[in-house]
C-alpha cells in the first residue's frame, strides 16, 4: 500500500434524506475517490465529521467528535451557487475538491489546541532518535519536517517556523512519532529557539565549523612546525 495512504487521518461521514440509490451512488464514488482524496472517508454514522445531506433534511445536529458541530455537504436538484452544495447526479470530479476542502475545514479544527497541548507535555527541546519509517512519511511536508529533526533538537514553534507547515500538520506529526518511540527530550536541553537564524543556535552563537581532512591537514602541520617543548 502507498505509504501516502497509510498516513492519510481518517474521517468519518453520514448520509441523510437521501434515496437507496442516492447512498449507494455516494458509497461507491467514496471507494473509488479513496486514493485521490487528502483524507481517508469512511462511513460512520455515529459522531461523523461530515453530513452529507438532501436539501429538506434541517441541519442542527448534536456536536460529533471533539464538541464540534459536523460540517455539512449537501446535494441537490438545484443547487445554485451554495457553498458545500453539490449537483445531482453526482459527478465524482465535484465531490472529491469537496472532501479535500471540508477534510482540510475538518482537520485544521480538530488539531487547532494540539501545538499548546503538545508543548505543555514536551516542554524541553526534542530531538528524532532514528529515520522514521516509510508510513510515518507519505508526503513532501513530513519529509521536509523530518529532515530538519535529524539536524538538531528542535522546538515545535521552531519545526513551524522553518518549515512553512500548519500548525496542525507539524502538531500530528510530532504526536505520531512520539507514539512510535522516535522522538525524545534532547540530551543537552538546548534547540534552535524560532527567532534564531538557520546558521545559529538558541544563544546566538554560530556553530562550530565541522572537522574534516582539510582541518585535520592543518592540524598535523601545526604539529610539525610547532617547536618541542624541552
Known amino acids: 500500500m502507498h505509504p501516502a495512504v497509510i498516513s492519510r487521518p481518517t474521517l468519518g461521514f453520514t448520509l441523510e434524506g437521501l434515496s437507496d440509490r442516492e447512498e449507494t451512488l455516494f458509497k461507491a464514488i467514496v471507494r473509488l475517490l479513496d486514493h ?4 481517508r472517508w469512511v462511513y460512520r454514522p455515529a459522531s461523523p465529521d461530515l453530513r452529507v445531506v438532501a436539501d429538506d433534511v434541517p441541519r442542527p445536529m448534536p456536536a460529533g467528535e471533539g464538541g464540534a458541530q459536523p460540517l455539512v455537504l449537501t446535494l441537490s436538484t438545484q443547487p445554485g451557487s451554495r457553498p458545500h452544495c453539490l449537483a445531482l447526479p453526482l459527478r465524482a470530479d465535484g465531490l472529491e475538491a469537496e472532501l479535500n476542502i471540508l477534510g482540510e475545514q475538518r482537520i485544521g ?7 499548546h497541548q503538545a508543548t505543555e507535555a514536551q516542554p524541553a527541546p526534542m530531538k528524532l532518535l532514528r529515520w522514521p519509517a516509510p508510513e510515518l512519511l507519505g508526503t513532501p511536508e513530513r519529509l521536509k519536517l523530518a529532515a530538519l529533526m535529524v ?20 502538531a500530528l506529526f510530532i504526536a505520531e512519532l512520539k507514539e512510535a518511540g522516535l522522538l ?6 538546548r534547540a534552535v529557539s524560532a527567532a534564531a537564524p538557520a546558521n545559529q ?4 552563537r554560530l556553530p562550530p565549523a565541522r572537522s574534516g581532512l582539510l582541518a585535520r591537514i592543518r592540524h598535523r602541520l601545526d604539529l610539525l612546525v610547532r617547536p618541542s617543548s624541552t
Open 36 to 39: 485521490r482524496t487528502l483524507q
Open 184 to 189: 525524545a527530550e534532547a540530551e543537552d536541553g
Open 201 to 204: 543556535d538558541a544563544a546566538g
Open 151 to 170: 539536524k538538531r533538537p528542535f522546538t515545535t514553534d521552531w519545526l513551524q517556523q522553518r518549515s512553512d507547515a500548519a500548525p496542525g500538520t507539524c
Open 109 to 115: 479544527a480538530r488539531n487547532a489546541a494540539l501545538p
